[in-house]
């Protein structure tokens, strides 16, 4: 499968613990995104990577968030001291930059979080 | 910064008939719009999308029309069919560079076979 990858599927955590999610994007892909999506809402911006480089982070991850991608392949989104409010799907998506025409994003299915 | 809005949370129409998916924006600085479609437990997918520079753009059943004057733009599916059930969220694509997508909230639809 040459799709975007993305585990666990499911994490259930207490609150106060730490959890990481992986994501393996397209071979070929050199941008890579974090959306997260909560019920009833369409994905929200978290960050994203051109190769290793971070080049953006939205005001919505807190220090709490951190992310990688260290060797500009598969990214890591660790959330630490979890909240309820943390509970949300993960996606994770890339893209090839400059190609031409619409910048669509391939999403990978997402890591559901549940913070009791 | 760009604000992409779905007012109808959900749609239901029968098969075979006409689906129409409404979509505002706010902001006239963006390269394309698009529309994603998503099933439950899969991640969304892209569906077709247009440019800030055409009004239409056609794609089988799929017709998204852009109304500039209006920050308007909806999705036509023709003939509905059962498989077309699921979430639909317009995404606006920024130009300034990062191809970040600001999405709408999403409307459900459903198909009464």
């Known amino acids: 499968d040459t799709g975007v990858s993305q585990n666990p599927r499911h994490k259930i955590t207490k609150r106060g613990q730490n959890v990481t999610f992986r994501c393996d994007p397209i071979s070929e892909h050199n941008r890579l995104y974090w959306y997260r999506q909560t019920l009833g809402q369409g994905p929200e911006f978290l960050t994203y990577?051109?190769?290793?480089?971070?080049?953006?982070k939205s005001r919505l991850l807190s220090d709490r968030f951190s992310a990688e991608r260290p060797k500009g392949s598969f990214s890591t989104l660790e959330i630490q001291r979890t909240e309820q409010g943390d509970s949300a799907m993960y996606l994770c998506?890339?893209?090839?930059?400059?190609?031409?025409?619409?910048?669509?994003?391939?999403f990978g299915e997402g890591s559901r979080l549940t913070v009791l | 910064d760009q604000q992409v809005k779905q007012n109808s949370p959900s749609l239901s129409v029968q098969e075979g008939r006409i689906s129409i998916l409404n979509c505002d924006y706010t902001?006239?600085?963006?390269?394309?719009f698009l529309w994603y479609k998503k099933y439950p437990a899969e991640g969304p997918t892209f569906l077709i999308s247009i440019s800030s520079i055409k009004d239409k753009n056609e794609d089988g059943r799929f017709t998204v029309f852009l109304n500039k004057s209006a920050k308007h733009l909806s999705l036509h599916i023709v003939p509905s069919q059962p498989g077309d059930s699921a979430v639909y969220f317009c995404a606006d694509k920024s130009n300034f560079g990062n191809e970040k997508l600001t999405f709408g909230t999403g409307t459900r639809l459903t198909i009464i076979p």
């Open positions: 998506a890339s893209s090839e930059t400059g190609e031409i025409g619409t910048g669509e994003l391939f």
């Open positions: 990577f051109q190769n290793e480089a971070q080049l953006e």
């Open positions: 902001n006239s600085m963006f390269d394309y």
